[in-house]
C-alpha cells in the first residue's frame, strides 16, 4: 500500500502564497511520477500539476500556469507545490497522486484515470 500524506492546506486571502507538501516515506519515491489534482465543490477531480522523477520535466493546468511551481525531494521523499497570486476559484481539495514509472519518461499522470495512488487530501480556502 503506498501511504502519501498532504499537509499544508488552508485558509488565505486572495493574492497569498500557500505551499503544499505530500510526504511518500515508505515508497522508492524517485520511481514515480507524482502530481497535484484538486476538486472543488460539486465539480470534478481536476489535474493540476505533474512531474517527472528527476523533477526535470514538468507541466501544469492552463488555470494555474504561472501562478503554481511543482517541485520533488526525493531524497526526502516529499513532493510540493508552491501556490502564488491565490484566486477564489483555487478553492478545492488538493490531491497528492502517484503512478509507478520506473523513471520511464513515456509514463505520465495527464488524468485521473492515470493515477495509481491518491493522498487524502488537504484543504485549500481563497477568500476575497
Known amino acids: 500500500q503506498v501511504r502519501l500524506e498532504e499537509s499544508g492546506g488552508g485558509l488565505v486571502q486572495a493574492g497569498d502564497s500557500l505551499r503544499l507538501s505530500c510526504a511518500a516515506p515508505?515508497?522508492?519515491?524517485?520511481?514515480?511520477?507524482m502530481a497535484w489534482f484538486r476538486q472543488a465543490l460539486g465539480k470534478e477531480r481536476e489535474f493540476v500539476a505533474g512531474i517527472n522523477w528527476n523533477g526535470v520535466v514538468t507541466r501544469y493546468s492552463d488555470s494555474v500556469n504561472g501562478r503554481f511551481t511543482v517541485s520533488r525531494d526525493n531524497d526526502k521523499r516529499i513532493l510540493y507545490l508552491q501556490m502564488s497570486s491565490l484566486k477564489p476559484e483555487d478553492t478545492a481539495v488538493y490531491y497528492c497522486a502517484a503512478r509507478w514509472s520506473g523513471q520511464q519518461p513515456t509514463v505520465s499522470i495527464t488524468t485521473a484515470r492515470d493515477v495509481s495512488h491518491w493522498g487524502q487530501g488537504t484543504q485549500v480556502t481563497v477568500s476575497t
Open positions: 515508505e515508497i522508492l519515491f524517485s520511481g514515480y511520477y
